[in-house]
T-cell receptor, first 114, second 115 residues
Framework: AQKVTQAQTEISVVEKEDVTLDCVYE???????LFWYKQPPSGELVFLIR??????QNEISGRYSWNFQKSTSSFNFTITASQVVDSAVYFC???????????FGTGTRLQVFP | GAVVSQHPSRVICKSGTSVKIECRSL??????MFWYRQFPKQSLMLMAT?????????EQGVEKDKFLINHASLTLSTLTVTSAHPEDSSFYIC???????????FGPGTRLTVT
């Protein structure tokens, strides 16, 4: 069965601190996709990244970076030099190859204080 | 990125009435649309998958007679909450995919309050 675990319910940091959001997943498939979404207070989901299971390269996009480790079934997300605008709930999600259904983790609420 | 709209953004209805929520893909043809429900401070739970021209596939535990889904065209899916009760109050989010696109694109959500 598929499952996504985000053990951190809430994280609070002060602006300019680095913060890592953890994501651990379970799936029996060898081909799957992993995602991160941001949900600001407005509620709309913002797509951040999609990664397929065959691509273990880490990715950096500005202040955002992702560390995909198949050996530990983890897909962690790091925000460098956090800003107040990064305050949101962040969801990690998984979908298997032959379906577009997304299985979401429980989300991590990030609060960045000035 | 692709644009998906939802209407209405907020709705308040009385217990026992039905409410229809529309999900539209504005700039691409969505062969598949998904409906999610999100309770306050909780995760998104998939309710059903809707394919254009065929019956929706509901997730376990979701009542198909209560949550009617119609995907009549490649740009429109509707979710009707029938005989709504206060426990149906939630944030309903749709997403659209297909048409050669790899990702799903999410609508802005509809906040339903049943009094």
């Amino acid at each position: 069965a598929q499952k996504v675990t985000q053990a951190q319910t809430e994280i609070s940091v002060v602006e300019k601190e680095d913060v890592t959001l953890d994501c651990v997943y379970e799936t029996r498939d060898t081909t799957y996709y992993l995602f991160w979404y941001k949900q600001p207070p407005s509620g709309e989901l913002v797509f951040l990244i999609r990664r397929n299971s065959f691509d273990e390269q880490n990715e950096i996009s500005g202040r955002y970076s992702w560390n995909f480790q198949k050996s530990t079934s983890s897909f962690n997300f790091t925000i460098t030099a956090s800003q107040v605008v990064d305050s949101a709930v962040y969801f990690c999600a998984l979908s298997e190859f032959n379906t577009d259904k997304l299985i979401f983790g429980t989300g991590t609420r990030l609060q960045v204080f000035p | 990125g692709a644009v998906v709209s939802q209407h209405p953004s907020r709705v308040i209805c009385k217990s026992g009435t039905s409410v229809k929520i529309e999900c539209r893909s504005l700039d691409f043809q969505a062969t598949t649309m998904f409906w999610y429900r999100q309770f306050p401070k909780q995760s998104l739970m998939l309710m059903a998958t809707s394919n254009e021209g065929s019956k929706a596939t509901y997730e376990q535990g979701v009542e198909k007679d209560k949550f009617l889904i119609n995907h009549a065209s490649l740009t429109l899916s509707t979710l009707t909450v029938t005989s709504a009760h206060p426990e149906d109050s939630s944030f309903y989010i749709c997403s659209a995919g297909g048409g050669g696109r790899d990702e799903q694109y999410f609508g802005p959500g509809t906040r339903l309050t049943v009094t």
